[in-house]
């Protein structure tokens, strides 16, 4: 079975520096996918960033990327130029890629961003 | 696009009742998945239908939980009786895959966050 680890219950950042959330995981399968979720109080989960493990290039979109270290089984999400907007639980979630249907994701605990104005 | 759709918003029961969540997922998406999601930790997949069958259910306390989805549309979740570490946020998701190799993300609902008193 996979495991995801989220070492950091919370992390508190400056707005407008820069913060990075770590996320290790275990498994056995080759092909599978990586994601940060974003879950503000309202509980919507959302997605920020997705990483396919065949693909050795780190994942950005717009402020948010990954540093995705496939042997060390590491996939950590740097936030640059935080916002107010970004405070939230951030949860890493692994997905397998080995098809046969089943795909329902594994999450960590969650790490508790604080953004300080 | 209509994102998923959950009811009711809040629930609260005593122990020993019985109680249903229901989900309505994005238009034209055949996989949906329920989740529980404790305080303080990350969503468990309890179930993943993919149309109106189920692939995984694994994680399913199957003593006094059910669910269906019947049409392969709409999904029902239901816990009887209730006990009290059934006190969680349910959170129903949906992807546009069929099944196989799963390259499309979750998109989440609000969930509903039920109470046992």
């Known amino acids: 079975a996979q495991t995801v680890t989220q070492s950091q219950p919370e992390m508190s950042v400056q707005e407008a520096e820069t913060v990075t959330l770590s996320c290790t995981y275990d498994t056995s399968e080759s092909d599978y996918y990586l994601f940060w979720y974003k879950q503000p109080p309202s509980r919507q989960m959302i997605l920020v960033i997705r990483?396919?493990?065949?693909?050795?290039q780190n994942a950005t979109e717009n402020r948010f990327s990954v540093n995705f270290q496939k042997a060390a089984k590491s996939f950590s999400l740097k936030i640059s130029d935080s916002q107010l907007g970004d405070a939230a639980m951030y949860f890493c979630?692994?997905?397998?890629?080995?098809?046969?249907?089943?795909?329902?994701?594994?999450f960590g605990k969650g790490t508790h961003l604080i953004i300080q104005p | 696009e209509a994102g998923v759709a959950q009811s009711p918003r809040y629930k609260i029961i005593e122990k020993r009742q019985s109680v249903a969540f229901w989900c309505n997922p994005i238009?034209?998406?055949?996989?949906l998945y329920w989740y529980q999601q404790i305080l303080g930790q990350g969503p468990k997949l309890l179930i993943q239908?993919?149309?109106?069958?189920?692939?995984?259910d694994s994680q399913l306390p199957k003593d006094r939980f059910s669910a269906e989805r019947l049409k392969g549309v709409d999904s029902t979740l239901k816990i009887q009786p209730a006990k009290l570490e059934d006190s969680a946020v349910y959170l129903c998701?949906?992807?546009?895959?069929?099944?196989?190799?799963?390259?499309?993300?979750?998109?989440f609902g609000d969930g509903t966050r039920l109470s046992i008193l």
């Open positions: 979630a692994y997905r397998s890629g080995e098809g046969g249907g089943a795909d329902g994701l594994t």
């Open positions: 239908f993919q149309n109106n069958g189920v692939v995984d």
């Open positions: 990483q396919e493990a065949y693909k050795q």
């Open positions: 998701a949906s992807s546009l895959d069929v099944g196989g190799y799963s390259n499309q993300p979750q998109h």
């Open positions: 238009s034209g998406h055949a996989t």
